[in-house]
């Protein structure tokens, strides 16, 4: 039961993420993005997401709500006012506050034993904070020790002829009342203050190799690439099926939600564009609509031959049944991206910080966004502003001529300092008017 103390709280803190949502700066933001995102402009866009780091910057302790849905509502209010007063990066402050469905799904399974969920991320996806864990709750900790895996798939099963017909796919879970009560809740709090939005699933990603990786294990994907290529196929091409027919229930359901807003995209960076079509009054959505995503990381010690068999060709199909896509994580994509360039819709790539940024720039030029990630670490581990300086005007000077964006993420860490990430935001600044103008 929220407390009149916690509902002041709540409400003192949405009156001022609105004030911060309508000042000038912010519209001047979201034009940048839109600019940005359709490929109309050569002015860089900062975007510092503390991610894993929130927990130092906004700390449960913190919270004066104890009831645990007002927590959660505290927590997200107080991080995006956090972005946008203190970090003032290039991510505007929006008064659309979205109240989530509650989404699942049965996740794979074989012969009734269960792999994981397809939507395996325990993140939340918020607008204009990025992706976050729920800080909030008081019994939450990274478990950063390693978890008891066992294959879904064995290698007798490979020897199997019919084992990727015994490979169910993922059927949709949708908790109406409860998503309805839930509604009912954030309307109450906050519908006179912000734009509430009852919000389904905005983010469409097919992680491919996270998925095959989590029913045969790592090592064992690696190896069936020689030891079981035709036996592999088989069992993607379920994969593939599966995804595109879990987001086809969702879309039916009236569960999938326009993205090309303040919505999170990719692996970095916002929604905003004008290069989706619009949905018109009495319009149904389709994938049309919308922005997918794709990566294999786990294949950064794989070919480019062999990531382009076992993983584009099937992606490509998958994200060119949508308006606009983005691909890429963490891996080195350099010797991959005429595949990833091959995609007919492809708006957004990014570029690893272990990336020759030149030759990326080279390939990509200003045929998609030039989503650049600098290496985290040296946020994370210690400050060296010099250093940091000289290193990111590299970053941009290799990478002019694009349409660039730097993304500080997976910043899961910054030993207690929140005051770096205002000042990697300020140093980003000064780099871009050195080189950009």
Same mark, same amino acid.
């Given at each position: 039961?929220?407390? /009149?103390?916690?509902?002041?709280? @709540?409400? #003192?803190?949405?009156?001022?993420? %609105? *004030?911060? &949502?309508?000042?000038?700066?912010?519209?001047?933001?979201?034009?940048?993005?839109?600019?940005?995102?359709?490929l109309?402009?050569?002015?860089?866009?900062?975007?510092?997401?503390?991610?894993?780091?929130?927990?130092?910057?906004?700390?449960?302790?913190?919270?004066?709500?104890?009831?645990?849905?007002?927590?959660?509502?505290?927590?997200?209010?107080?991080a995006?006012?956090?972005r946008?007063?203190?970090?003032?990066?290039?991510?505007?402050?929006?008064?659309?506050?979205d109240?989530?469905?509650?989404?699942?799904?049965?996740?794979w399974?074989?012969?009734?034993?269960?792999?994981?969920?397809?939507f395996?991320?325990?993140?939340?996806?918020?607008?204009?904070?990025?992706?976050?864990?729920?800080?909030?709750?008081p019994?939450?900790?990274?478990?950063?020790?390693? /978890?008891?895996?066992?294959?879904? @798939?064995? #290698?007798?099963?490979?020897?199997? %002829? *019919?084992? &990727?017909?015994?490979?169910?796919?993922?059927?949709?879970?949708?908790?109406?009342?409860?998503?309805?009560?839930?509604?009912?809740?954030h309307?109450?709090?906050?519908?006179?203050?912000?734009?509430?939005?009852?919000?389904?699933?905005?983010?469409?990603?097919?992680?491919?190799?996270?998925?095959?990786t989590?029913?045969?294990?790592?090592?064992?994907?690696?190896?069936?690439?020689?030891?079981?290529?035709e036996?592999?196929?088989?069992?993607?091409?379920?994969?593939?099926?599966?995804?595109?027919?879990?987001?086809?229930?969702?879309?039916?359901?009236?569960?999938?939600?326009?993205n090309?807003?303040?919505?999170?995209?990719?692996?970095?960076?916002?929604?905003?564009?004008?290069?989706?079509?619009?949905?018109?009054?009495?319009?149904?959505?389709?994938?049309?609509?919308?922005?997918?995503y794709?990566?294999?990381?786990?294949?950064?010690s794989?070919?480019?031959?062999?990531?382009?068999?076992?993983?584009?060709?099937?992606?490509?199909?998958?994200?060119?049944?949508?308006?606009?896509?983005?691909?890429?994580?963490?891996?080195?994509?350099?010797?991959?991206l005429p595949?990833?360039?091959?995609?007919?819709?492809?708006?957004?790539?990014?570029?690893?910080?272990?990336?020759?940024v030149?030759?990326?720039?080279?390939?990509?030029?200003?045929?998609a966004?030039?989503?650049?990630?600098?290496?985290?670490?040296?946020?994370s581990?210690?400050?060296?502003?010099?250093?940091?300086?000289?290193?990111?005007?590299?970053?941009?000077?290799?990478?002019?001529?694009?349409a660039?964006?730097?993304?500080?993420?997976?910043?899961?860490?910054i030993?207690?300092?929140?005051?770096?990430?205002?000042?990697?935001?300020?140093?980003?600044?000064?780099?871009?008017?050195?080189?950009?103008?």
């Open positions: 039961m929220i407390t /009149a103390k916690e509902r002041e709280v @709540i409400r #003192d803190l949405a009156k001022k993420l %609105a *004030d911060l &949502a309508n000042q000038p700066i912010m519209e001047e933001r979201r034009k940048l993005w839109y600019a940005h995102n359709d109309k402009t050569d002015q860089p866009v900062i975007d510092c997401s503390p991610e894993g780091a929130w927990r130092e910057v906004i700390t449960p302790d913190s919270l004066v709500c104890q009831d645990a849905a007002a927590r959660e509502i505290e927590w997200t209010l107080r995006r006012i956090y946008a007063e203190v970090i003032n990066d290039d991510v505007p402050a929006e008064l659309r506050w109240c989530r469905k509650l989404i699942s799904d049965t996740g399974t074989l012969d009734g034993h269960k792999a994981h969920n397809a395996t991320n325990e993140s939340v996806h918020v607008p204009t904070i990025s992706t976050i864990n729920p800080f909030w709750r019994d939450y900790t990274f478990d950063e020790t390693a /978890a008891e895996f066992e294959p879904l @798939i064995s #290698d007798d099963d490979m020897e199997d %002829a *019919d084992i &990727a017909s015994r490979l169910v796919a993922p059927k949709v879970i949708y908790d109406e009342e409860g998503s309805k009560r839930l509604l009912e809740m309307q109450d709090l906050l519908g006179d203050i912000l734009d509430v939005h009852w919000t389904g699933n905005t983010y469409i990603a097919f992680s491919w190799m996270e998925t095959y989590k029913i045969r294990g790592y090592e064992n994907a690696l190896y069936d690439l020689y030891d079981f290529p036996e592999m196929h088989k069992i993607l091409r379920v994969l593939e099926k599966g995804y595109l027919d879990l987001y086809q229930q969702q879309l039916d359901m009236g569960l999938l939600e326009m090309n807003g303040c919505q999170y995209n990719g692996t970095g960076g916002y929604g905003y564009t004008h290069d989706l079509p619009d949905l018109k009054p009495g319009e149904k959505l389709t994938f049309k609509h919308l922005w997918a794709a990566e294999s990381q786990e294949f950064v794989v070919s480019p031959e062999m990531t382009r068999e076992f993983a584009i060709d099937y992606e490509k199909r998958l994200l060119e049944n949508f308006g606009l896509s983005a691909y890429g994580c963490c891996d080195n994509l350099e010797k991959k595949d990833v360039l091959s995609i007919s819709n492809i708006r957004r790539i990014s570029v690893s910080p272990w990336a020759d030149k030759s990326m720039r080279d390939q990509i030029g200003m045929k966004i030039f989503s650049c990630k600098p290496n985290p670490s040296y946020v581990s210690g400050w060296d502003e010099d250093f940091m300086r000289d290193y990111t005007t590299k970053l941009m000077q290799d990478g002019k001529g694009t660039f964006e730097i993304i500080l993420k997976d910043t899961h860490t030993q207690n300092d929140p005051s770096r990430l205002r000042k990697w935001t300020d140093m980003c600044r000064e780099c871009a008017a050195k080189v950009f103008g």
